[in-house]
Antibody, heavy 117, light 110 residues
Framework: EVQLVESGGGLVQPGGSLRLSCAASAFTFSNYWMSWVRQAPGKGLEWVANIKPDGGERYYVDSMKGRFTISRDNAKNSLYLQLNNLRVEDTAVYYC??????????WGQGTLVTVSS | QSALTQPASVSGSPGQSITISCTGTSSDVGGYNYVSWYQQHPGKVPKLMIYDVSNRPSGVSNRFSGSKSGNTAFLTISGLQAEDEADYHCSSFTSSSVVVFGGGTRLTVL
């Protein structure tokens, strides 16, 4: 069974940084586009970014360009999201997601990022 | 990359059918056959119910169906059951090579 396990969330002050990680297992990680999707408390889902299987292409939602960086290490079956210059409105559960034909067919359990002073 | 538009809530009685709409633009829903639908129960992880407008992943009930007309996609649930009560989110691939979600629709089974 596909497993995606996120880590790295926590409480951070506005303007601070965090690095989220996602450990993937039970599938050939290097064959799939991967993504980060977030969900603010009581709100809908929001796509953050996606990355090509070889890491050669990365795409971001406009509102997060320049602050967030998605990356991957296929040798370690791991996906990452660097979050910089965090704002209160970035508070959300961040999900690691496996992408298949522009749909998310597997989700991690999520890691909570709370931005507050 | 504006969010797709979904009704905030819909409701139906057991056994009835309901349809949830998801409206975008020619740069997302209308331009690609990459519309997906997700079911999310409170406190749970979303589950893929429909992909590529109308395809069901293995294991998803055939009571769930998807369609599209122009810039609007639809999710229809027939034979409503109590367990269908959940939030439903649509998404579409966009011309920016990212995916955009709708705001979500709360389905209440009366």
């Amino acid at each position: 069974e596909v497993q995606l396990v996120e880590s790295g969330g926590g409480l951070v002050q506005p303007g601070g940084s965090l690095r989220l990680s996602c450990a993937a297992s039970a599938f050939t990680f290097s064959n799939y586009w991967m993504s980060w999707v977030r969900q603010a408390p009581g709100k809908g889902l929001e796509w953050v970014a996606n990355i090509k299987p070889d890491g050669g292409e990365r795409y971001y939602v406009d509102s997060m360009k320049g602050r967030f960086t998605i990356s991957r290490d296929n040798a370690k079956n791991s996906l990452y999201l660097q979050l910089n210059n965090l704002r209160v409105e970035d508070t959300a559960v961040y999900y690691c997601a496996r992408v298949w034909v522009a749909a998310v067919d597997s989700w991690g359990q999520g890691t909570l990022v709370t931005v507050s002073s | 990359q504006s969010a797709l538009t979904q009704p905030a809530s819909v409701s139906g009685s057991p056994g009835q059918s309901i349809t949830i709409s998801c409206t975008g633009t020619s740069s997302d829903v209308g331009g690609y056959n990459y519309v997906s639908w997700y079911q999310q129960h409170p406190g749970k992880v979303p589950k893929l119910m429909i992909y590529d407008v109308s395809n069901r992943p293995s294991g998803v009930s055939n009571r769930f169906s998807g369609s599209k007309s122009g810039n609007t996609a639809f999710l229809t649930i027939s034979g409503l059951q109590a367990e269908d009560e959940a939030d439903y989110h649509c998404s579409s691939f966009t011309s920016s090579s990212v995916v955009v979600f709708g705001g979500g629709t709360r389905l209440t089974v009366l």
